[in-house]
């Protein structure tokens, strides 16, 4: 509580103390490329390729998030993190229907480099060990990064190309946006009432996680 009586909320304090991180991880220049039109084609379909990649893992760590948040007293989080999970079901549908239509071949993509040390990372949050604070921590930093990188594509004054509006659209929408709010709603409660080292492993997994995607970003840009 600040002295006003209203509860300081932890994540934003994490995102204006590692500002600088976060607006390289929400404007990097790929995203950015998009925004103003001056897309390379082959980068945006090696990131599609990539991302159906890191959504295939992604599926597990979500389920992994859920089942730690099923084993807490209180799961009252439990329906939005298993709409979470629902909802990957038909993001994967949508990364089959672009590669259609850009002609992506998905069943040819071997994972790049910085796609499997995102995988490794997500990976490791099935050891019962890790906090759910932690994990869910993890899980809405994922998501925010993409609605904030996102959103940008959209918002007013872009020249986003007319075929990439779609892909700007599912995680820039306002719904999306919610989505993440309740999440960061979540996390804040249960950092609230996790005890000092926890909290401690969650702002370095928020860390973690900017630069992994910073890594995800400059891989689609160049296929390192
Ligand atoms: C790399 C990455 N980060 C986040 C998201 C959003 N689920 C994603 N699809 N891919």
Known sequence: MDGSGVEASTTAAWMERHRQMYERATRHPFTVSIRDGTIDLSAFKRWLSQD??????FVAFV???LLKCCKQEDSLDMEIILGGVASLSDELSWFKNEAVKWDVDLA??????SNLEYHRFLGSFTEPEISYAVAV????IIETVYQDSF??????GNKTPPELLGTCQRWGSAEFKQYCHSLQRIVDHSLANAPADAVKSAEEAFV???ELEIGFWEMSSSQC
């Open 52 to 57: 159906y990649l890191f959504v295939r893992e």
């Open 63 to 65: 389920a992994s998030v």
């Open 108 to 113: 040819s993509v071997p994972p790049l480099k």
């Open 137 to 140: 921590t993890t899980f809405w």
């Open 151 to 156: 959103s940008f594509c959209i918002e007013e």
């Open 208 to 210: 973690r996680v900017l």
